[in-house]
């Protein structure tokens, strides 16, 4: 069994940060990359940064340097800071793991709620 945690979502007014986690636990023998997903209302779910086990990372075009994805080795966690939020960054943030447990696979977080508003 594997799972994935999420936190770090909620409600911040435009130009506020935030900071989402996603800790994986399990019978995990290998993680190859994880990643954060969004997905808003009448939209398709849509990338926005991933990191590899050996620190390389990627980012969408319309993150334009406001987020920065890491990651803990040691605790298996991904971390996505969000500054200089938007109100079109509304959506439900997912975490994304490609991991080898009993094989290899994407595994799916059950995604964070971000509302950026005034």
């Known amino acids: 069994q594997v799972q994935l945690v999420e936190s770090g979502g909620g409600l911040v007014q435009p130009g506020g940060s935030l900071r989402l986690s996603c800790a994986v636990s399990?019978?995990?023998?290998?993680?190859?990359?994880m990643g954060w997903y969004r997905q808003a209302p009448g939209k398709l779910r849509e990338l926005v940064a991933s990191i590899t086990t050996g620190g390389n990372t990627n980012y969408a075009d319309f993150i334009k340097g406001r987020f920065t994805i890491s990651r803990d080795g040691a605790k298996n966690t991904v971390y996505l800071q969000m500054n200089s939020l938007k109100p079109e960054d509304t959506a439900v943030y997912y975490c994304n793991v490609d991991l080898y447990s009993h094989h290899r696979a994407d595994y799916w977080g059950q995604g964070t709620q971000v509302t950026v508003s005034s």
């Open positions: 399990g019978s995990i023998f290998s993680i190859y990359s």
